[in-house]
Every structure is written in structure tokens, then in C-alpha cells.
């Protein structure tokens, strides 16, 4: 019987230490730094403002796609998630004509309810993405070291609250904002604090009980998550790119469940091509999906009277809800091979697969 493949020496990274430390927040955390010391102080430069634009066409809008294209790609996932996958549908599509028919008092508000649900779903995200890369490590993260996790990081949105005045205006409406007392601020920064020292408490109980430092992959995603939400929202043009970085951890950890998934059952020889040829079918039909989403959709709505920016901020809030929705269970899909691809690699992709018992 041939004898099975060895995983890679450090199983913890889907491709290598540096690539994943970056696409999860260590990118980001330098481009703030980049911003911090050369733009603050300085308004918003136009060369600033049309990389943002650019970069949300390329990795922005493939991002919500990959969300979709995870979901409806097998009628088996539909049949698994069936409010979801069409329930849920309905109900954003009322919302749209709702907000079309009624600009003026239900926009807002459906708007409103978008702007005000993304940084909880990017706290998700961060936590998710912890979950995960401490399971590769085989650090151990239990009820109370996951309360510490989560108390960390949605502190860093309550104290972002705080910084925001009465109103605004966004695609056109006026977004009512609540007004948060100085205190709240306090109490916010209070409870982050106490979290995070709780949490490096865990972490040396472990190294001392591991004999070895934990991982620190494990903890970038929270530090990216103060990054985006504490310090990095009063500087300039950082706040443009949040939801870039955002996106872009989603697609490199949807990029390897993709690949994961779709290789594993090939033979060793056509892994690697395999590899390349998912990736960029992958890519190019969420650029597509991404185009029609935010580009095409807003477009269908140009014959009502409600104005084109408006229009597109409702198509834009109810894809974003549905992402919200679609993500909250789309990581809960049932996986039928044996190795979850959340938990391959590089490796893993083009390495030999073991044989299947008779």
C-alpha cells in the first residue's frame, strides 16, 4: 500500500507565514501606518480617492460574489440552508421596492440599517478568522477565551460609535445617527482593556502549559480589528480602505476553501494545474458576479423617479444584507470529504491523496 503523504512542517498557514499574515490584516496595518504618516493633517487627495475606487472594483465587489457563488453554486446547499438561500431573498427584494416607492421614509432607514450591522459583521469576521487559525495551531480556544476574544473586538466598534455626529448623508439620504454619551466611550474602552489582558492571560497559561509560545498569527486579526476601528478611524483616507481589507481577508480564506474543495479529489498530477486553473475561474466569475451586483443591479432602477445615487445606495444596502445573512451560514456547510479544506494547505493541494481503503 503506498504510504500517505506528510503534511507540510507548519500546517498553520494555507500558503506561507507571510502571505497569509498579510491578506489577513498585516497589509492593512502597514498601510495605516503608511497613511498615518504622510497624509494626516492633510485632506483627502484625488490620487487617494481613485485607488480606493479601484481597488473596491477589484476586491470589494468579487468579495460579496464569492459569498453568493459559495451559497447557489450546488442545489445541495440550497436544499441545506432553504430560508437563506430563498427566503431571505424575498425579503431584501420587498425591502428594495419599499425603498424605492417610499425614498424619502424608508430608505433611510433600510440604508441605516446596513451602515449600522457592517462593523458587527467585520467582528465576526476577525473572530472567525482567530477561531480558525487557532485550530490550525492547536491553540485551544474555549467558552471563556472566546468571550474575552469577542468582548475584545466589539469594543473596538462601540468605541468607533462614539465618534460620530447627530446625522450624515449617504447616497443622497439623511442617515439619522444616535447620539452616544461620553461615558458609553468609557465604558467601551474600559471592557477592550479588561478583555484583551484576560485573553493574554489564556494565551500564557497555554505557553506555560505547551512548553511554546502560542502562534502569533492568532492574535493579528484582533490587532487588525483595533487598528481598523480605534485609531485608524480618524485618519485620513484609512477609512475609505477598511472595507478593501475587509474583503480581502474574506476572498483568501474563501480562495483556499474553494481550492481546497474542488482539488482534493484529483490525481497528483494535475494538482497544481488544478490549482491555478480553479483560481482563476474562481477569480474571473467573481469579477463578473461583482460587476453585476454593484454595476448592472443599480442600473434596473434608472427608470424611477428616485435619483441614480439613492437607487444604488438601496441595491448596494440589500446586498449587503444578504451578504451579512448568506455569511452568517454559509461557513456551516456541510463538507463531505474527509479533510475539512479549512484545515489543508499549499501542501495539501498538491500532494499525492491517500489511498481510499477497500
Given at each position: 500500500?503506498?504510504?500517505?503523504?506528510?503534511?507540510?512542517?507548519?500546517?498553520l498557514?494555507?500558503?506561507?507565514?507571510?502571505?497569509?499574515?498579510?491578506?489577513?490584516?498585516?497589509?492593512?496595518i502597514?498601510?495605516f501606518?503608511a497613511?498615518r504618516?504622510?497624509l494626516?493633517?492633510?485632506?483627502?487627495?484625488?490620487?487617494?480617492?481613485?485607488?480606493?475606487?479601484?481597488?473596491?472594483?477589484?476586491?470589494?465587489y468579487?468579495?460579496f460574489?464569492?459569498?453568493?457563488?459559495r451559497?447557489?453554486?450546488?442545489?445541495?446547499?440550497?436544499r441545506?440552508?432553504?430560508?437563506t438561500?430563498?427566503?431571505?431573498?424575498?425579503?431584501i427584494?420587498?425591502?428594495?421596492?419599499a425603498?424605492i416607492?417610499?425614498?424619502?421614509?424608508v430608505?433611510?432607514?433600510?440604508?441605516?440599517l446596513?451602515?449600522?450591522?457592517?462593523?458587527?459583521?467585520?467582528?465576526?469576521?476577525?473572530?472567525?478568522?482567530?477561531?480558525l487559525?487557532a485550530?490550525?495551531?492547536?491553540?485551544n480556544?474555549?467558552?471563556?477565551?472566546r468571550?474575552a476574544?469577542?468582548?475584545?473586538?466589539?469594543a473596538?466598534?462601540l468605541?468607533s460609535?462614539?465618534?460620530?455626529?447627530?446625522t450624515?448623508?449617504r447616497?443622497?439620504?439623511?442617515?439619522?445617527?444616535?447620539?452616544?454619551?461620553?461615558?458609553?466611550?468609557?465604558?467601551a474602552?474600559?471592557?477592550?482593556c479588561?478583555?484583551?489582558?484576560?485573553?493574554?492571560?489564556?494565551?500564557?497559561?497555554?505557553?506555560?502549559?505547551?512548553?511554546?509560545?502560542?502562534?502569533?498569527i492568532?492574535?493579528?486579526?484582533?490587532l487588525?480589528q483595533?487598528?481598523?476601528?480605534?485609531?485608524?478611524?480618524?485618519s485620513?483616507m484609512?477609512?475609505?480602505?477598511?472595507?478593501?481589507?475587509?474583503?480581502?481577508?474574506?476572498?483568501?480564506?474563501?480562495?483556499?476553501?474553494?481550492?481546497?474543495?474542488k482539488?482534493?479529489?484529483?490525481?497528483?498530477?494535475?494538482?497544481?494545474?488544478s490549482?491555478?486553473n480553479?483560481?482563476?475561474?474562481?477569480?474571473?466569475?467573481?469579477?463578473?458576479?461583482?460587476?453585476?451586483?454593484?454595476?448592472?443591479?443599480?442600473?434596473?432602477?434608472?427608470?424611477?423617479?428616485?435619483p441614480?445615487?439613492?437607487?444604488?445606495?438601496?441595491?448596494i444596502?440589500?446586498?449587503?444584507?444578504?451578504?451579512?445573512?448568506?455569511?452568517?451560514?454559509?461557513?456551516?456547510l456541510?463538507?463531505v470529504?474527509k479533510?475539512?479544506?479549512?484545515?489543508?494547505?499549499?501542501?495539501?493541494?498538491?500532494?499525492?491523496?491517500s489511498?481510499?481503503?477497500?
Open positions: 500500500m503506498p504510504r500517505p503523504p506528510e503534511r507540510s512542517a507548519d500546517p498557514y494555507f500558503v506561507n507565514g507571510w502571505l497569509d499574515a498579510a491578506m489577513i490584516g498585516g497589509l492593512s502597514v498601510v501606518m497613511l504618516l504622510f494626516d493633517g492633510q485632506s483627502r487627495p484625488p490620487a487617494g480617492v481613485d485607488i480606493a475606487v479601484a481597488l473596491t472594483v477589484f476586491i470589494n468579487p468579495h460574489s464569492a459569498t453568493v457563488y451559497l447557489y453554486q450546488s442545489p445541495a446547499n440550497i441545506q440552508f432553504p430560508v438561500s430563498l427566503g431571505v431573498p424575498i425579503l427584494l420587498a425591502a428594495i421596492a425603498s416607492w417610499q425614498a424619502d421614509s430608505a433611510p432607514y433600510f440604508i441605516t446596513f451602515l449600522f450591522w457592517s462593523p458587527f459583521h467585520y467582528s465576526g469576521q476577525t473572530i472567525g478568522i482567530t477561531l487559525y485550530r490550525r495551531g492547536k491553540f480556544i474555549g467558552r471563556w477565551q468571550l476574544l469577542s468582548a475584545f473586538v466589539y473596538t466598534v468605541i460609535f462614539t465618534r460620530r455626529g447627530n450624515s448623508e447616497f443622497g439620504v439623511i442617515i439619522p445617527v444616535i447620539e452616544v454619551p461620553f461615558w458609553f466611550k468609557i465604558a474602552l474600559a471592557v477592550m479588561a478583555a484583551a489582558l484576560v485573553f493574554v492571560y489564556f494565551m500564557v497559561v497555554w505557553a506555560l502549559k505547551e512548553r511554546r509560545l502560542p502562534p502569533p492568532i492574535v493579528l486579526p484582533a487588525t483595533l487598528v481598523w476601528f480605534f485609531p485608524a478611524t480618524g485620513k484609512f477609512f475609505e480602505f477598511i472595507p478593501t481589507f475587509h474583503s480581502l481577508q474574506y476572498l483568501y480564506i474563501a480562495w483556499a476553501m474553494q481550492i481546497g474543495l482539488v482534493n479529489a484529483r490525481a497528483a498530477g494535475e494538482r497544481s494545474r490549482v491555478v480553479e483560481s482563476l475561474r474562481w477569480g474571473v466569475s467573481n469579477y463578473v458576479g461583482g460587476m453585476l451586483l454593484f454595476i448592472a443591479l443599480p442600473w434596473l432602477f434608472y427608470w424611477t423617479s428616485v441614480l445615487a439613492t437607487s444604488a445606495g438601496i441595491v444596502a440589500a446586498v449587503n444584507i444578504h451578504h451579512f445573512f448568506v455569511d452568517g451560514v454559509i461557513w456551516k456541510r463538507n470529504s479533510t475539512s479544506p479549512l484545515l489543508m494547505n499549499v501542501h495539501d493541494w498538491e500532494a499525492q491523496p489511498p481510499v481503503p477497500a
